[in-house]
């Protein structure tokens, strides 16, 4: 059974930066593509970023420049680098990966609060 466990939120200054992680298992196979998604409240859930397994990479336009997205060194495990932290950042993270042929995966989620 496919898991995803994402860490790294919290609570940070506006112009301030957090680092979130995704780790996946359960699978013998390499993950084709992983992506971060955020819903804020009240919001539809949207696509920050996105990576391939080639390390093809893809953001939202309001993240631009302020976030980095990559694949660790380890299996099937994913970063978001984020900096210049807005208060319209805050949003509940989602780590999102697709294995070819198969669903989509995703995890619980990790609350990040960017205070004005």
């Known amino acids: 059974q496919v898991q995803l466990v994402e860490s790294g939120g919290g609570l940070v200054q506006a112009g301030g930066s957090l680092r979130l992680s995704c780790a996946g298992s359960g699978t013998i196979f390499s993950f084709s593509a992983m992506g971060w998604y955020r819903q804020a409240p009240g919001k539809q859930r949207e696509l920050v970023a996105g990576?391939?397994?080639?390390?093809?990479?893809d953001y939202s336009d309001s993240v631009k420049g302020r976030f980095t997205i990559s694949r660790g060194n380890v299996k099937n495990t994913m970063f978001l680098q984020m900096n210049s932290l807005k208060p319209e950042d805050t949003a509940v993270y989602y780590c999102?990966?697709?294995?070819?042929?198969?669903?989509?995966?995703w995890g619980k989620g990790t609350l990040v609060t960017v205070s004005s």
């Open positions: 990576i391939t397994s080639g390390g093809i990479t």
């Open positions: 999102n990966a697709k294995i070819v042929g198969t669903v989509d995966y």
